[in-house]
């Protein structure tokens, strides 16, 4: 059973301050989204909201189509998983997968059964009685899915699951919690602040900032499309490079060392786009080609120093030093950069996007 997780206008104050600022949002069946934004941005205190665990203040909330304002959180069938385990230590694996089906009226083959079936899903069926003391920290992540999963809950809940995790746990997490989505086809709100979690796992994300939606799309769409220059940063890493430029003449014109960008090879220009308008310019550090001696073929090129170069394995990532400022541009791997190295790049004019400098709003 799935549900689907409507937000009409809901919004959250606390006395004269309000964190959270009339969203509308709809979560469909099996739908896994992800809400992801800096800390303070209101995400926690949305997913709370759904859960029952903070008042409403306004607004209207649906779990498979039912008003659940004032529900208790134990009558909105969703299960959440917390950023701390909150497992027992004192009970073994088995206990603490079945711990919330102690007080339901199901018969004790049945919960057994259930307790059996979800440590199978997780691949936790060879530890059902250990305590939690003698597991990994990715194995008690699991434990704390699996005491959610046992209820068979119409959503799942996950509140920065994965942060107390090292990077190589977090990674497998990831890939174990977007397995078991697939497998389970539940629907799925999921908060953090890392926008890598954010990219490989969601169907869908919510980009918010001060207890706002600024964008909601799929990741690839967020990615390549960002609405604002907030969400251009936040998404993708390195985060996406911006750099301030006029219009000019019908063209871009990014100052010195840099060549201009005719308005006609800019995709999606707006045609009263007016002469001397401030704007600024993103291009990912990803699209940016390292040109050759007397290479001249692309419409933007982009003329530094380097500042640090960051080997990355498979690439590397160098720092430049721009008469405009800093940008951060892909180069190969096989070629050595020091400090103080002169080099050029080049991009292509449909990786171009332009920002609006005063509104920080998409133009293209």
Do not use: W
Request: glycine content about 10%; some cysteine.
């Amino acid at each position: 059973m799935m549900a689907r997780i409507e937000l009409e206008k809901i919004a959250k104050r606390y006395g004269s301050i309000r964190t959270v600022h009339d969203i509308d949002l709809t979560v469909e069946d099996g739908e896994f989204v992800v809400l992801v934004g800096p800390s303070g941005c209101g995400k926690s205190t949305t997913l709370r909201m759904i859960a029952g665990l903070e008042a409403i203040s306004g607004g209207t909330l649906r779990i498979g189509g039912q008003v659940v304002n004032d529900h208790e959180p134990k009558h909105r069938n969703i299960a959440m998983v917390f950023q701390n385990y909150a497992i027992y230590p004192h009970l073994t694996v088995a206990q603490n997968i079945g711990f919330g089906l102690y007080r339901s009226k199901l018969p004790k083959a049945e919960k057994q059964a259930r307790i059996r079936e979800t440590a199978r899903i997780l691949s936790l069926d060879p530890y059902l009685e250990r305590r939690p003391a003698a597991l990994s920290g990715g194995q008690r992540q699991r434990v704390a899915i699996g005491r959610a999963m046992v209820r068979d809950p119409v959503a799942f809940l996950f509140d920065e699951p994965l942060s107390n995790l090292d990077a190589q746990l977090r990674g497998q997490m990831r890939l174990e919690i977007k397995q078991l989505h697939q497998r389970l086809g539940t629907t799925i709100v999921f908060v953090t602040h890392d926008q890598v979690e954010a990219m490989s796992l969601a169907d869908r994300i919510v980009v918010m900032r001060e207890g706002r939606i600024l964008q909601v799309g799929a990741p690839m769409e967020l990615y390549n499309r960002p609405a604002d220059i907030f969400t251009a940063r936040f998404i993708g890493t390195p985060e996406m490079n911006m750099i301030e430029a006029t219009i000019d003449g019908g063209q871009v014109n990014l100052g010195a060392n840099a060549a201009s960008v005719r308005l006609s090879k800019v995709p999606g220009l707006p045609s009263d786009i007016g002469t001397g308008r401030s704007i600024v310019l993103g291009v990912r550090p990803q699209e940016l080609t390292l040109l050759a001696d007397g290479q001249d073929n692309f419409p933007i090129r982009i003329a530094g120093t380097v500042r640090v170069a960051e080997p990355h394995g498979s690439e590397t990532f160098l720092l430049l030093d721009l008469p405009q400022g800093h940008v951060v541009a892909r180069a190969p791997s096989s070629i050595a950069f020091k400090p103080g190295d002169a080099v050029a790049f080049g991009a292509e004019a449909d990786c171009l996007r332009l920002f609006d400098k005063e509104t920080e709003k998409l133009i293209n």
